[in-house]
């Protein structure tokens, strides 16, 4: 029995639709570039002012930064650059995101300290004593239950 089979990948629309459909996938992709780039471009005018929110809420967390852009200079100069580099085209999101993490090592920064925090001199641990009775019928339990493996009939099948 000789079995013939074709793969046809047509699917059975005429030039102008798939072009037509090509230019509109085109024309939204264009738009969604040049809204992005608009984000891009917006939130470029407004990084001052999430460093200043950074410098305000925890200056450390700059510093810090910059001096990571430092030790990796330090590191590999070449790598340090790219570094430098990627910091540069990504700014406006470098900065949100220092100005975030200022944000939250203020916010939870202080949850922190107040959790670690405490009279540890005066302080214990409560604690329960443990029946040793009810160790030992764990123990019979276990013992129980290694007996039922024993008497197993449905071993000896398999021999």
């Known amino acids: 029995m000789n079995n013939h089979r074709s793969y046809s990948f047509d699917t059975g629309r005429s030039f102008t639709e798939k072009l037509i459909g090509g230019l509109i996938f085109f024309i939204f992709l264009l ?66 995101g220092l100005a975030f993490k200022a944000w939250a090592y203020r916010k939870f920064g202080q949850v922190s300290e107040k959790i670690y925090r405490g009279d540890e001199e005066q302080s214990y641990t409560p604690y329960e004593e443990v029946d040793l009775e009810n160790i030992t019928i764990k123990k019979e339990r276990v013992a129980k239950k290694e007996s039922l493996k024993e008497a197993n009939q449905y071993d000896d099948l398999f021999v």
């Open 31 to 96: 738009v969604l570039f040049y809204v992005g780039f608009q984000i891009y471009k917006f939130l470029f005018y407004i990084t001052p002012l999430f460093i200043l929110i950074a410098l305000i809420l925890k200056p450390s967390v700059v510093w810090d930064h910059i001096k990571g852009i430092g030790r990796s200079f330090k590191i590999n100069p070449l790598g340090g650059l790219f570094y430098l580099a990627m910091q540069l085209i990504g700014l406006p999101f470098v900065t949100a």
